[in-house]
């Protein structure tokens, strides 16, 4: 017999749809029966639900100013709402969670209105926009970077942190060992397709202005496009640095935790993945980010310390050349940035998630829960 449904409720990528599939194996141990509501988009990223627990209902993203275009958009977003009032009649959750992304609005809009409890997880300092338009009727608001100090809703929001996945925590307890000279000092540089566009050029740039000598004790791994990997590979071999470059990484969790300094953008599962580790690392926001959410993400890292943030426009060659070379010499600050990285990161986010889920589920308040009392 379970304690009971909870529905999570996630947009049909893989930045939702995976701190959703960390809680529901979190409550499924403590005994929920776990569904999940998403829409069409999400086939690839569900293998961790069982198939009888998923529901995709109708949805559409706000875009545009096209009135034909929003009437079609609002008129699907309509009827995904019935879609999941007939679900929730027949499931009878306890509590909806969403976890962002248009998709999350006929769920949560249709809990709230049925007078079901409502959780939305915000993994961004800044929040989207489904989350904004949902945050006043939600009963509790999870934060990933979120303050719970000060805001319109900081009366019910708790800073949780994002959950990161099982390959990131098998990584947290691996210690920060300082390269010093003439050790090898592994510089791993990631960031997405867009990012690895960018990077794959300034970065050999950059390390073609070090001292031969500092060349020398440099390790690259470094993420590139399809159709940059050869060229940067060849920029390597031309300069005499060590490098593995290649457009993904299976195991980069585990190459994060082998590294002395790290270059990548500033997602929130970038910036949660890297402070959870406890890494120290120069965060660059991709710059046409929707509302600049990663650098508000770069920026609440900065602020305790553990990291640096460039903004792309900045990060000339020449510039990137200065960070290297303090980096290659200042061993102990880096060690330094690192702790401070490490805490101010949340590798029990999951746990936290959960204790807040399952006492708003069985009826407690925010303030209750702030005030220490647990279901």
Known sequence: MTKGVIVLAAGGTGGHLFPAEALAHELTKDGYDVHLVTDKRAQRFV????????????????????????????YSLWQGNLDCRRLFRRLKPKLVVGFGGYPTLPPLYAASRMGISTIIHEQNAVMGRANKGLSA?????????????????????VQ????????????????????????????????????????????????????????????????????????CRKAYEKLGVKAQVAPFFGNLPEMMAQAHFVLSRSGASTVSEIAAIGRPSLMVPFP???????????????????????????????KLAQVLIAALNEPQRLADIAARAKSAGHPDATRLLADLVEAIAAGLSVSDYKEGKRA
């Open 47 to 74: 293998s961790g639900f069982d198939e009888n627990h998923v529901h995709v209902v109708r949805s559409a993203t706000i875009a545009g100013k096209n009135p034909i275009a929003l009437a079609k958009t609002f």
């Open 137 to 157: 009727r939600v009963t509790a608001i999870a934060g990933g970077f979120l303050s719970a100090d000060s805001g319109v809703h900081a009366a019910k929001t």
């Open 160 to 231: 949780t942190g994002n959950p990161v996945r099982p390959t990131v925590l098998a990584q947290t307890n691996v210690a920060y060992k300082p390269s010093v000279e003439p050790d090898v000092f592994r510089f791993l540089v990631f960031g997405g397709s867009q990012g690895a566009q960018y990077f794959s050029t300034v970065v050999p740039a950059a390390i073609a202005l070090l001292e031969i000598d500092e060349r020398e004790r440099l390790f690259v791994t470094q993420q590139a496009r399809p159709e940059d990997e050869v060229i």
């Open 288 to 318: 046409f980010a929707l509302d600049h959410d990663q650098a508000a993400n770069a920026e609440a890292l900065a602020k305790a310390g553990g990291g640096e943030v460039i903004r792309q426009s900045e990060l000339k060659p020449e």
